[in-house]
């Protein structure tokens, strides 16, 4: 894979983490908004959901593709 190549895949695996991970995170904060309603000075988090799993595997493709960017493979 070319360098040129490499590097446009390690910049769409980093945007798709970041949209995912903002994404979560709104859910987190929603979640202890809604919380600090009913209980206040509440600070806790959800249980981890589908939308916190797929920012993890994002962040595990993004790992990925700086590996093969550092190797140039």
């Known amino acids: 894979m070319s360098r ?21 995170l709104k859910e987190i904060v929603d979640y202890q908004a809604e919380m600090s309603k009913s209980v206040p000075g509440w600070r806790g ?3 981890p ?3 916190f799993a797929a920012a993890k595997r994002s962040s595990l493709d993004l790992s990925e593709a700086l590996v093969a960017l550092r190797r140039g493979k």
């Open 4 to 24: 040129k190549q490499l590097l446009k895949d390690a910049i769409l695996q980093a945007e798709k983490f970041l949209d995912r991970a903002q994404i979560a």
């Open 49 to 51: 959901s589908r939308k």
């Open 45 to 47: 988090e959800p249980s």
